[in-house]
Structures are given as C-alpha cells and as structure tokens.
C-alpha cells in the first residue's frame, strides 16, 4: 500500500498560525479593532485577517500538506516548494497588516503596501494550490472526498483573487477597473467564499475522513455525503456570482447573501447528520481530548449558521450580525482547527519518535503524549472566551468583549505550551524518551527515508494512535 512520508514544514505552518492568532487575540484584549473601531475600519481588518489568513488559512494549509497525500495515499507533489509557500504567505500577510495600519494612520509607508500584499499572498496560495491539486489529481478517478479539497480551492482562488482587487482598490489602483464597484457589495462574497468555501468546506471534508478514522466509526456511504457537497457547492457558487456580478452591470443585493448563506445551512444539517451518525456508530466509545474540544465547535456550527442568514434577511444589527460571524470564525473553524491540532501534532510526533521503535521496546499511545486533564481545562477557558465574546458583541458591550478574549488568550496560550510540551515529549517518562539527538524538532519534522514513520491511513486507525 503506498504511503505518505511525514510533512517536513507542517510543524512550522502550525508554529506561524498559532503565533497569528495570539497575536490577534491580544490585540482583541487590547481593545483594537470591532466592537472598539468601526466594522469596515482598517484596525478592524487587521484582526479579521490576523485570524481568517493567519492562523486558520495556515493550520488548513499545514494540515493539508500532511494529511492530502495520506487520504489519497499518494506522495505530495512538489513538496520543495511548502517553505516558500508559508515565507510567501507570511510575508504577504505582515505586508497586508502593514497597508492596513498606514490606511489606520498608525504608520507612514506608501499605501501600495496593499497591492503588495495581495501579490505574497496570491504567489503562497497559488503554490498551496499547485502542490495539493497536483496531488490530487494524480489519483484517477477524482474521489469525492478531493472534490471536497478541490472546491474549496477554488474558493480560495476567488477569495484571493477578490482580496487583491480590494487592496488594489484601497490603495488608489482601482482604475483597471473602471466603473465596477466592486465594494463594499463584494464584502459579503469575499468573506463567504474565504471563510464557508476555503475553511468551512474543506473542513467538512477532511473531517468525514478524519473523524472516521480518530472514532473508529464505519465510513458514511458516498450518496449520503453527496449532497452536502452539492449544496454548498450551489451556495458557493452563487457567493462566486455576487462577486462578479458587478462586472455585468448587475448589483448583488442582500437576496444573494441570504441565498448562498441558506444553501449552506441545508448542506450543514445533512453534515451536521452524518456527525452524529458517525458518533453513535464509533467504535472508540472513549472520546480523547481531540473529539471533547470539537463538540463545541460543532454547537457553535449549529447556532451560529441557523441564525446568520436569519440576521442578515432580517436587517440586524451590525453587533449582532458580527457576533454569529465571530462564533462561526473562532467557535466552530477555530475551535475545530485547536482541537484537531492537538491530535495532528502528538500523532506527527510519536510517529516520528516511536514508530520507527515499534516491536524493539516499550511505545507509549499517542494519547500519552499529551497531557489530561490539563489540556481539557485549557479549551473550557476558550470556549469560554468565545461564548462571553459572542454575547459581548451581540449585546454591544465593548468591554465585556475585551475580557471575553482574555480568556481566549490564557486557553490559547495554555494549547500552545502544551502543543511545546507534546513535541518535547514532555508527558513520557524519561527512560521511554530516545536520545536526545533522536528526539523531534520543535518546527520541523525528521525526514528519514529508512525509519518506517510514513504515514498510511492505517497507523492512523491503529489503537495506539
Ligand atoms: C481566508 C481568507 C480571507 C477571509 C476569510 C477574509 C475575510 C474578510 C472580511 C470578513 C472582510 C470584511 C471585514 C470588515 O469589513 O470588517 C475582508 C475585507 C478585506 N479583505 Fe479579506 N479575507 C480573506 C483573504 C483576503 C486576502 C488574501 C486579501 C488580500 C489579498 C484580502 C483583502 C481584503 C481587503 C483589502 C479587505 C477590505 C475591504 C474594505 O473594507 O474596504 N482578504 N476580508
């Protein structure tokens, strides 16, 4: 059976997003951006990006050079080009954040630190783009769990591709475009293809396969998970059309939001379905930390898509509108996104370390690597955080949203010493640990061609995983 070698730089893309989303949420603390500033001001855009491109883009990205080549058990293609790809993303990101802070006035540079911007982060995600659709398009026929990945990619192009033509427009460069008005009408779009397309989409479909796999559950049959991927196909797609819209004279109202946003409340129930199927069919009745810290991410999936389509055909305010997005962004994509960190990096890291030991002395489980309860309290303080936050925003209280974000901060950055304390086999006892010059880099993974640690969907199933 083919197999897929570990990721050399996932590490370092989870490295990089974690550091982006402490950063945003101690600006959040510090009282920088929504609900402190405008929703459309630039101390605003800050934060969201610091969130949507800095950390959930790069964990999504990271966790995907790892795990595509191992779902469809084929090795990644190109796989020289992930440094350059995160350098790229990074940097573009900084310069985005940068362009921003000039149009705030909080620094002096030239505003075409945006178009700049856009060209880093164009270049990044289109080598993320290269290195996974080469991937899968080396499996013939396509499966369905690709055309997940492939969707939301396409959706990435879009919200790229729209992100650079609003940091064209802001800089003054928008001539090229004649008389579309592209904003504010395309925000909507932008932010539903990033944030429902890239994120949310491909989300799903990687946890159709993961979750099958961490729960030992009987995997759902193609025809069930079909229309999820045909529905908020449709939605994403009519988000596509809001974008261009304007190019054919055409206005997109808030009718195509509430439509696209509908689409994709139908394909989360069906998901929202099979989740639960899966749950009561596993055979691993023990739920580990990775499984625990998803629930809620699934309750604020739950709340906060039922009601956004609702909020916005009804005219609701801009804080309770940004309230259901914030709950969507950090409670489910986020919350999501720490929990499965937690199970990627200590299966990543007792590969590295153990698997090639197996059968030649004592292996620790991979749950041992991390530790418990202690790590559990740490997401009860983000989610914590995320519930008092939505209800800060929604109710307007500025304040009250401030230490909402305190909290997660502590939980965030209680994840993140753990996630050192697992990498530095910190839980295991000092004689089941290699030598140290055997034992894993923080921010890389040890590549080595002879040691059985690829990876193969198996091990992954094993019930030392
Ligand atoms: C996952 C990817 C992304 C998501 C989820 C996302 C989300 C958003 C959201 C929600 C807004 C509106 C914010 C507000 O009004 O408070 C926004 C605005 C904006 N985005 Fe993005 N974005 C993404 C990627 C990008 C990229 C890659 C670029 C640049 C190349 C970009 C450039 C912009 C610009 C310039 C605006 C400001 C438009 C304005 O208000 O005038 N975005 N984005």
Not at 47 to 59: K, P
Not at 93 to 114: K, R, S
Not at 290 to 295: F, H, Y
Not at 392 to 397: I, T
Request: aromatic residues 10%; glycine residues 12%; charged residues 10%.
């Amino acid at each position: 059976m083919p197999t897929a070698s570990l990721s050399r730089w996932t590490m370092s893309y989870f490295a990089a997003a974690l550091a982006f989303l402490l950063a945003a949420e101690a600006l959040a603390v510090a009282g920088i951006g929504y609900p402190a500033a405008g929703l459309a001001e630039p101390a605003t855009l800050v934060v969201v990006h610091l969130m949507a491109i800095g950390w959930l883009s790069l964990a999504m990205a990271g966790a995907l050079l790892q795990f595509v080549p191992v779902l469809v058990s084929r090795p990644l293609a190109f796989p020289a080009l992930a440094l350059p790809a995160l350098l790229s993303l990074v940097t573009g990101l900084l310069l985005l954040c940068g362009g921003f802070a000039v149009l705030a006035g909080w620094i002096n540079a030239p505003l075409d630190l945006l178009p700049l911007a856009a060209a880093g982060l164009l270049v990044g995600f289109a080598l993320i783009g290269l290195m996974l659709g080469a991937t899968l398009f080396n499996v013939r026929p396509v499966t369905l769990f690709s055309r997940f990945i492939l969707l939301g990619l396409a959706c990435l192009a879009a919200t790229v591709l729209s992100g650079a033509a609003f940091a064209a427009l802001l800089a003054g460069r928008g001539g090229w475009l004649g008389a579309v008005a592209l904003l504010p009408d395309g925000l909507p779009f932008h932010a539903l293809l990033g944030f429902g397309g890239w994120l949310g989409l491909i989300a799903f479909g990687v946890s159709y396969k993961l979750f099958v796999m961490f729960m030992m559950a009987p995997e759902p049959p193609a025809r069930r998970v079909l229309p999820v991927m045909l529905l908020a196909g449709l939605g994403l797609a009519l988000a596509s059309g809001g974008l261009v819209a304007p190019f054919a004279g055409f206005e997109p109202g808030t009718a195509l939001v509430v439509a696209a946003l509908g689409l994709l409340v139908l394909a989360s129930g069906f998901y929202g379905r099979d989740m639960l199927a899966l749950y009561r069919g596993r055979r691993r009745k023990a739920l580990e930390i990775n499984m625990l810290g998803s629930l809620p991410a699934f309750a604020a999936l739950g709340l906060g898509i039922v009601l956004l389509p609702a909020a916005v055909a009804g005219g609701a305010t801009d804080g309770l509108i940004a309230a259901l997005v914030f709950l969507l962004a950090l409670g489910w994509l986020g919350g999501l996104t720490l929990a499965q960190l937690v199970k990627i990096v200590s299966f990543m890291t007792w590969l590295e370390t153990y698997a090639p030991r197996l059968g030649r002395g004592p292996a620790p489980r991979v749950g041992d690597l991390v530790a418990m309860p202690r790590t559990g309290w740490w997401f009860l303080s983000y989610y914590a955080g995320v519930a008092g936050g939505g209800a800060a925003l929604a109710a307007g209280g500025a304040t009250g949203f401030r230490w909402a974000m305190l909290f997660c901060l502590a939980g965030t950055a209680g994840i993140v010493a753990e996630l050192a304390r697992v990498r530095r086999l910190s839980e295991i006892k000092a004689a089941d640990r290699p030598v140290a010059q055997e034992r894993p880099r923080m921010l890389l993974a040890r590549i080595d061609q002879r040691s059985p640690s690829h990876v193969d969907s198996r091990r992954i199933a094993s019930p030392r995983a």
